[in-house]
């Protein structure tokens, strides 16, 4: 037990040393409202590592987002807090929904220092240096863990019913705390549907006595995982709907929804209490400076001797991996921090930063004569020579820390980006509400219908990633295959096809496909807006 204490004392030693802060760089979608949803071209990606104006001098110590999530938290070395991006369920703690192109500080943390933050698909958790730990966002499934669902939208911060918090982190629609408490080391809170709270049940019920629609009862309360009461878990990351999480005595632990093996039990079995991956056991344990990282469908962990090993759905082709496996590309590197997106990774490795995965809008960072994706891990050239302090990955966006110190003049060769005014932000989501309610009363042409549809569609599922978001396909990373399937036009008049049909005016040549819009708008099927799955009218 002596070595599992002095491992759990040199991981805190660790954590102590990181308060060092540098300069943020942010590479990926500024377009928060767009990304990951089938609205169009996105305009203003910065495809290369850049500077916020905001944030250019303040020295930055930690970063975070998530897998799913469109926004970002970044907290300076004085324990600021500062967010950004999208705050359609107030995810960004202002008091309000007001998108934020630029960061902000959270006033109503102000009080606080904040040490720790994590990021889900529309809730922010954050960890004060005295740990106590404040939440704010979307509250529908009981992720804020404040112990109440009656608000579903807390759009200020309010207080996680968790004590002596050291740490967190935030999937899709649920939340882990890391304790001091003993016995107590790890509690989560949230939507329960895959197991990914580790208690054991799903908390399935049907909805009413007749009905055979099932719901899955929301827990606002954090709870501490009892399976795990002996052990002292001391790192943890959250996918979408999984959870990695790692002891003391260096063994790791996967649960939650097991699709494409991301929980590393060669198998794709929902795991509903947390199971111990066999490959990191005897000669293979977890040292004390182990990095881990769960994406969308995939986990990662530095083991023995700082081998990389992956899991899950590494691409977009191929086989997926059942177990872990060693990514060969990086062995040798000594790699401090790592990040998961929804299908892309970042790590901070020597004196380079390196990338790699399936990219949209320039998260990878390899600039304008890069290339957009890449299968293998490559260096972020523009970077090469800095040292890396941290990373964060989210939907369609990469941050990344660099030190300042003995790097000349190559940061002030980087671009600065300047985002929009908040005034403009809360013009723009005026602007938005109204062709929201525009679209709701029945719109006249094809484009505000198709609004109408994914902004109706994502308000239950809490801001979709696709057109659903509660779909099992979207919420454990189908959503690329998915957008994929719908976006070529073909010949039966099926998925987006129709769209550039019906704007040919051909669209009722045989019958097939959406009809034009403006000339029909009195048929039934205009009217209903709705098509079925794969963009097939639905008969009157």
Same mark, same amino acid.
């Given at each position: ?9 040199? *991981? %805190? ?35 290369? &590592? ?37 705050? %359609? ?6 008091? @309000? ?5 630029? &960061? ?23 960890? $004060? ?23 579903? !939208? ?18 899709? #629609? ?5 304790? *001091? ?6 509690? $989560?809170? =949230? /939507? ?9 049940? #799903? ?5 009413? @006595? ?11 309360? &954090? ?6 009461? =002996? ?107 790592? #990040? ?9 490795? @020597? ?12 998260? /990878?960072?390899?600039?304008? %004569? ?12 523009? /970077? ?15 941050? !990344? ?13 980087? #671009?600065?980006?300047? =985002? ?14 109204? !062709? ?17 549809? *994914? ?7 809490? @801001? ?77």
């Amino acid at each position: 037990m002596s070595s599992a204490v002095s491992a759990e004392k040199k *991981s %805190e030693e660790n954590e102590k040393k990181e308060v060092k802060g540098g300069e943020m760089l942010f590479c990926g979608s500024t377009c928060w409202d767009m990304v990951g949803r089938k609205k169009g071209a996105s305009e203003g990606n910065l495809i290369s &590592p850049t500077r916020l104006r905001p944030l250019v001098g303040i020295d930055i110590c930690f970063v975070a987002s998530g897998c799913n999530s469109c926004h970002c938290v970044a907290l300076d070395v004085g324990g600021r807090c500062y967010t950004w991006g999208r705050n %359609e369920k107030g995810q960004l703690g202002h008091g @309000d929904k007001i998108q934020r192109d630029r &960061p902000t500080v959270v006033s109503e943390l102000s009080k606080y220092k904040i040490v720790r933050a994590g990021a889900g698909r529309s809730h922010t958790v954050v960890v $004060t240096e005295d740990g106590q730990s404040l939440a704010f966002g979307w509250n529908k499934h009981g992720q804020l863990g404040s112990g109440s669902v009656k608000n579903e !939208i807390e759009s200020s911060p309010v207080r996680c019913l968790a004590s002596e918090v050291k740490n967190t982190a935030c999937g899709s #629609d649920f939340t882990v705390w890391l304790s *001091s408490v003993e016995g107590s080391s790890i509690l $989560t809170a =949230g /939507l329960p549907q895959y197991g990914q709270l580790g208690h054991g049940t #799903d908390n399935e019920y049907n909805m009413k @006595d007749s009905s055979v629609r099932l719901v899955y009862e929301a827990q606002p309360r &954090p709870k501490a995982i009892g399976s795990l009461a =002996g052990e002292t878990i001391v790192k943890v990351a959250c996918g979408t709907n999984h959870t990695v999480a790692v002891d003391a005595n260096g063994y790791v632990y996967t649960w939650g929804f097991g699709g494409y093996g991301r929980l590393g039990h060669r198998e794709q079995k929902d795991e509903w209490v947390p199971r111990r991956v066999d490959v990191f056991q005897r000669q293979n344990i977890l040292p004390p400076d182990a990095v881990i990282s769960a994406g969308a469908g995939n986990s990662a962990c530095t083991a023995g001797g700082g081998q990389l090993y992956m899991w899950g759905k590494i691409k977009n082709t191929g086989d997926d991996w059942m177990y872990p496996k060693p990514l060969m590309d990086l062995s040798g590197w000594n790699l401090r921090c790592m #990040d998961s997106g929804n299908m892309h990774h970042f790590v901070g490795a @020597d004196i380079s930063c390196i990338s790699w995965g399936h990219a949209q809008y320039g998260e /990878l960072g390899y600039g304008p %004569e890069g290339q957009k994706s890449s299968a293998v891990p490559k260096k972020v050239d523009i /970077l090469e020579g800095l040292h890396v302090l941290g990373v964060a990955c989210g939907m369609g966006h990469s941050m !990344i820390i660099v030190d300042r110190t003995d790097v000349g003049d190559q940061l002030d060769q980087l #671009d600065v980006y300047d =985002g929009k005014a908040s005034a403009e932000g809360n013009e723009a989501a005026e602007a938005k509400e109204s !062709i929201k309610k525009g679209a709701a009363k029945g719109s006249e042409n094809s484009k505000k219908r198709k609004v109408s549809k *994914s902004s109706s569609e994502s308000e239950d599922d809490g @801001d979709s990633d696709e057109d659903s978001g509660s779909s099992e396909e979207e919420a454990n990373g189908k959503a690329e295959m998915k957008s994929k399937r719908g976006g070529k036009a073909s010949g039966r008049g099926r998925g987006k096809g129709a769209k550039s049909s019906a704007s040919d005016g051909k669209g009722a040549a045989r019958g097939r496909g959406r009809p034009p819009s403006t000339k029909n708008s009195k048929s039934p099927q205009s009217s209903g807006g709705k098509t079925g799955k794969r963009g097939r009218p639905r008969k009157a």
